[in-house]
T-cell receptor, first 115, second 113 residues
Framework: GAGVSQSPSNKVTEKGKDVELRCDPISGHTALYWYRQRLGQGLEFLIY????????KSGLPSDRFSAERTGESVSTLTIQRTQQEDSAVYLCASSLAGDGSDTQYFGPGTRLTVL | GDSVTQMEGPVTLSEEAFLTINCTYTATGYPSLFWYVQYPGEGLQLLLK?????DKGSNKGFEATYRKETTSFHLEKGSVQVSDSAVYFC????????????FGTGTRLLVSP
């Protein structure tokens, strides 16, 4: 079956522009997660969705970052007024139920470069 | 807070060599532990996991044992192949309700023929 997909795979933008990153989770997965991987660092948690609500946004680094999920499916991560330090690979994952026993399945990521 | 520390890479080995990638963790309580692998050009994939102390996770010839006494989850393989070249991430997650995965920085493995 289809895995988690993300688009675009690569995005180059100028400092100050807004960007939208899209994640299509595995069909039927109620939990969706966004992570960020900056060069030379581990993955950082950004936000978690259970259905269409986000009970944990604790990892969003600033108010320039926001995310939404609709129809318990697609999620969009929006970064406003991008800065060079936002350059990273943004990874999306989904899992069946979101509880402690779940396996998270990751997409291939979107590589964002802010010039 | 919770954290995962894994050895710096790259780890460079010849084919059929023995592999160990060290991973230690700091967490409240007893988390689940994971190894994820990222092959070139692909997304992160779960390699193996262990959910309680003394559990051994295994997959594709890789093994890791959850050691509570040393708070470790070292990844081992007896005979690596060129196709094992990838980045390996150790991670933990608490077992109560939703808890995010906490990742180490990753270790790149390069296996030469």
């Amino acid at each position: 079956g289809a895995g988690v997909s993300q688009s675009p795979s690569n995005k180059v933008t100028e400092k100050g522009k807004d960007v939208e990153l899209r994640c299509d989770p595995i069909s039927g997965h109620t939990a969706l997660y966004w992570y960020r991987q900056r060069l030379g660092q581990g993955l950082e948690f950004l936000i978690y969705f259970q259905g269409n609500s986000a009970p944990d946004k604790s990892g969003l680094p600033s108010d320039r970052f926001s995310a939404e999920r609709t129809g318990e499916s697609v999620s969009t991560l929006t970064i406003q007024r991008t800065q060079q330090e936002d350059s990273a690979v943004y990874l999306c994952a989904s899992s069946l139920a979101g509880d402690g026993s779940d396996t998270q399945y990751f997409g291939p990521g979107t590589r964002l470069t802010v010039l | 807070g919770d954290s995962v520390t894994q050895m710096e890479g790259p780890v460079t080995l010849s084919e059929e060599a023995f592999l160990t990638i060290n991973c230690t963790y700091t967490a409240t309580g007893y988390p689940s532990l994971f190894w994820y692998v990222q092959y070139p050009g692909e997304g992160l994939q779960l390699l193996l996991k262990a959910t309680k102390a003394d559990d051994k996770g295994s997959n594709k010839g890789f093994e890791a044992t959850y050691r509570k006494e040393t708070t470790s989850f070292h990844l081992e393989k007896g005979s690596v192949q060129v196709s094992d070249s990838a980045v390996y991430f150790c991670a933990l997650r608490r077992n109560t309700g939703f808890q995010k995965l906490v990742f180490g920085t990753g270790t790149r493995l390069l296996v030469s023929p």
